[in-house]
């Protein structure tokens, strides 16, 4: 434990009312290490536990679907909370309610969550409260302090990891024998009366860590046994779904890792997505242009002015009016899902590269399309994604093409040969009517 929790401040901490858990990334009453620390103060200083879940409105790409995504989450929360008698306060204000409820904390603990407004937020709120302020990392299986390495290619990052003795699990209950406090904070949700983007609507799918437990039992009972085989197959849905639940903290890596077994999908939950927060964290240039390895920037450099066959516009992009079927296909789902197939969203990522004026507008482009519709956007993984399409975590492919020099590249034309993909195009070739 003592690799996941780092203390933010000098203040002290102070005999006051209750032990405060500021929860703004791991949005669950279970398997989660940060509420644990605070469970666990909560005990040794006799005093009750307080859980404040802010949703901000201020956050760049807040919108009606992340909103009512994690405002189901939060629902469920007060009910669990309540249930064990633990303080809950959700709040939707905009400016956020931490210095109030902090005037009356021993202590506040945090998410150590390593990218987007949240490390930036959480040093200024170190500079302004009075209490010691913890923040605990519990995204994934691997503390992501455990090392000042960063990694730079999945391979190095497996070995290192297949090196390491087993780390620590969350417990299954932290909130045993702590003192009760009766107050349960629940605002309605009242999206047209919030500043935010109204044009990004809600989805069918719903937030909450039930509804993760339900996504996870679908993957165990049917599509992991054929997850090898089929995940890159767009028409057979054969991934588990389980990104937006991951991003957003309703449910924890470990339970998902102690519930399957392929070793397939284990390599993406334990390597692929831990390795993104592993850059996220010691690199505070993750989403700049210039964090691409030497030989990726120079390629993409040389080949920045060449001519282009398409080129189009970030708004072009966002209605889906590429000459390529696939793509728009691939756009529409996000727009209209919050999701894009993984093997597409490949492809949705090449293809922006080849057809924008620079590499750095396609850069652009990617973070503002990925980040305002996807529900699993503004994550370590946004960014790995992103970056992959620019060479981030691969290597120098031949033979050397027009604008993307030794960057990897890849076609509709080899994406029709190689995978399926006509329901798909079915289901989402009726333009971007979001
Ligand atoms: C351009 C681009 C943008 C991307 N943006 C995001 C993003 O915003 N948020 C995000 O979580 N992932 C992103 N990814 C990675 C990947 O597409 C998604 O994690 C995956 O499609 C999620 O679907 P799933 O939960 O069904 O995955 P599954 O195949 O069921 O995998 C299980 C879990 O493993 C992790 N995982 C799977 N594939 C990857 C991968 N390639 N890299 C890192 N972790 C992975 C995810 O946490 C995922 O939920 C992006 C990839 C690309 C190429």
Redesign the pocket.
Same mark, same amino acid.
């Given at each position: 434990m003592n690799d996941r929790v780092k203390t933010l401040n000098d203040a002290p901490v102070r005999e006051r009312s209750y032990v405060l858990y500021w929860m703004v990334a791991y949005r669950r009453a279970t398997s989660n290490f940060a509420l644990q620390h605070a469970a666990a103060l909560a005990r040794s200083l006799r005093k009750p536990l307080l859980v404040y879940e802010p949703l901000s409105s201020e956050c760049r790409w807040a919108c009606d679907r992340f909103h009512q995504f994690v405002y189901e989450g939060m629902q469920e929360n007060a009910r669990r909370f309540a249930a064990k008698g633990v303080g809950y306060v959700a709040d939707l204000s905009p400016k956020g309610r931490l210095l109030e409820l902090a005037g009356d904390a021993c202590v506040v603990v945090t998410d150590d969550w390593p990218c987007f407004f949240i490390p930036r937020m959480q040093e200024r709120a170190a500079e302004l409260l009075d209490v010691k302020l913890d923040a605990v990392d519990s995204n994934g299986l691997f503390p992501m302090r455990a090392t000042e390495r960063v990694f730079l290619t999945a391979a190095s990052f497996r070995r290192f990891l297949q090196k390491r003795e087993a780390d620590t699990h969350p417990v299954a209950n932290p909130l045993r024998n702590v003192p009760p406090m009766d107050r349960c904070e629940l605002p309605e949700l009242d999206l047209s009366s919030l500043p935010i983007d109204h044009q990004v609507k809600p989805v069918d799918l719903k937030g909450g860590t039930r509804e993760a437990e339900r996504v996870l039992k679908r993957f165990m009972s049917g599509r992991e046994s054929r997850y090898a085989e089929d995940?890159n197959v767009p028409d057979l849905e054969a991934?588990?779904?389980?990104?937006p639940y991951?991003?957003f903290g309703h449910i924890s890596a470990h339970q998902v890792a102690d519930s399957v077994e392929s070793p397939e999908?284990l390599d993406?939950?334990k390597v %692929?997505?831990e390795l993104?927060y592993n850059f996220c964290a010691h690199r505070e240039d993750y989403d700049q242009f210039e964090s691409l390895a030497p030989w990726a920037r120079l390629t993409l450099e040389e080949r920045a002015s060449d001519p282009r066959e398409h080129v189009y516009t970030l708004e072009e992009f966002e209605r889906g009016e590429t000459h390529d079927p696939l793509w728009n296909a691939a756009q529409n789902q996000l727009v209209q899902e919050g999701i894009i197939h993984?093997y597409l969203? &490949?492809l %949705?990522?090449k293809k922006i590269l080849e057809w924008s004026a620079s590499p750095r507008d396609a850069l652009t482009t &990617?973070i503002e399309l990925?980040n305002k519709y996807?529900l699993?956007?503004r994550?370590p993984?946004?960014y790995?994604? !992103?970056f %992959? !399409?620019l060479g981030r975590y691969d290597r120098a492919w031949g033979p050397r093409r027009p604008v993307f020099g030794t960057i990897r590249y890849m076609s509709s034309k080899n994406t029709y040969r190689k995978t399926r993909v006509r329901r798909y195009l079915e289901r989402f070739d009726s333009g971007c009517s979001n």
């Amino acid at each position: 434990m003592n690799d996941r929790v780092k203390t933010l401040n000098d203040a002290p901490v102070r005999e006051r009312s209750y032990v405060l858990y500021w929860m703004v990334a791991y949005r669950r009453a279970t398997s989660n290490f940060a509420l644990q620390h605070a469970a666990a103060l909560a005990r040794s200083l006799r005093k009750p536990l307080l859980v404040y879940e802010p949703l901000s409105s201020e956050c760049r790409w807040a919108c009606d679907r992340f909103h009512q995504f994690v405002y189901e989450g939060m629902q469920e929360n007060a009910r669990r909370f309540a249930a064990k008698g633990v303080g809950y306060v959700a709040d939707l204000s905009p400016k956020g309610r931490l210095l109030e409820l902090a005037g009356d904390a021993c202590v506040v603990v945090t998410d150590d969550w390593p990218c987007f407004f949240i490390p930036r937020m959480q040093e200024r709120a170190a500079e302004l409260l009075d209490v010691k302020l913890d923040a605990v990392d519990s995204n994934g299986l691997f503390p992501m302090r455990a090392t000042e390495r960063v990694f730079l290619t999945a391979a190095s990052f497996r070995r290192f990891l297949q090196k390491r003795e087993a780390d620590t699990h969350p417990v299954a209950n932290p909130l045993r024998n702590v003192p009760p406090m009766d107050r349960c904070e629940l605002p309605e949700l009242d999206l047209s009366s919030l500043p935010i983007d109204h044009q990004v609507k809600p989805v069918d799918l719903k937030g909450g860590t039930r509804e993760a437990e339900r996504v996870l039992k679908r993957f165990m009972s049917g599509r992991e046994s054929r997850y090898a085989e089929d995940r890159n197959v767009p028409d057979l849905e054969a991934t588990s779904g389980l990104s937006p639940y991951l991003h957003f903290g309703h449910i924890s890596a470990h339970q998902v890792a102690d519930s399957v077994e392929s070793p397939e999908f284990l390599d993406q939950l334990k390597v %692929w997505r831990e390795l993104g927060y592993n850059f996220c964290a010691h690199r505070e240039d993750y989403d700049q242009f210039e964090s691409l390895a030497p030989w990726a920037r120079l390629t993409l450099e040389e080949r920045a002015s060449d001519p282009r066959e398409h080129v189009y516009t970030l708004e072009e992009f966002e209605r889906g009016e590429t000459h390529d079927p696939l793509w728009n296909a691939a756009q529409n789902q996000l727009v209209q899902e919050g999701i894009i197939h993984n093997y597409l969203r &490949m492809l %949705w990522g090449k293809k922006i590269l080849e057809w924008s004026a620079s590499p750095r507008d396609a850069l652009t482009t &990617m973070i503002e399309l990925n980040n305002k519709y996807a529900l699993d956007g503004r994550d370590p993984n946004s960014y790995s994604g !992103i970056f %992959w !399409i620019l060479g981030r975590y691969d290597r120098a492919w031949g033979p050397r093409r027009p604008v993307f020099g030794t960057i990897r590249y890849m076609s509709s034309k080899n994406t029709y040969r190689k995978t399926r993909v006509r329901r798909y195009l079915e289901r989402f070739d009726s333009g971007c009517s979001n």
